[in-house]
């Protein structure tokens, strides 16, 4: 289990409101697939692009420590071709 977690961090008190955490590098070194579901449901759009023109998949394949979270995206419908501009 992840450390913060373990020493009472809560990733969705931490980010109660999705839409200005949602695709941030910070968000994804914590979420768990309920997070991101969470997320979702308040209607997240899983192919957001941050400034950096990064999708919330690009940060969770970077970042997250689990595969549940990029699966739920995907499951969610984030586009797995989606690439950043050079």
């Given amino acids: ?10 990733p969705v008190q931490a ?8 695709g941030s590098i910070s968000f994804f070194l ?3 697939a309920d997070d991101v579901a969470l ?3 308040q209607g997240a759009d899983p192919n957001a692009r941050d400034e950096d023109g990064f999708t919330p998949l690009d940060r969770a394949a970077a970042y997250s420590k ?3 979270v ?3 995206l995907l499951d969610a419908g984030a ?3 989606a690439r950043t501009e050079d």
């Fill in 79 to 81: 586009d797995l071709n």
């Fill in 39 to 41: 997320c979702l449901s």
């Fill in 15 to 22: 980010f109660p409101y999705c839409e200005e955490d949602w």
């Fill in 70 to 72: 990029v699966q739920a």
């Fill in 30 to 32: 914590v979420a768990s």
């Fill in 66 to 68: 689990t595969l549940a």
């Fill in 1 to 10: 289990m992840d450390p913060l977690v373990l020493g009472g961090f809560n």
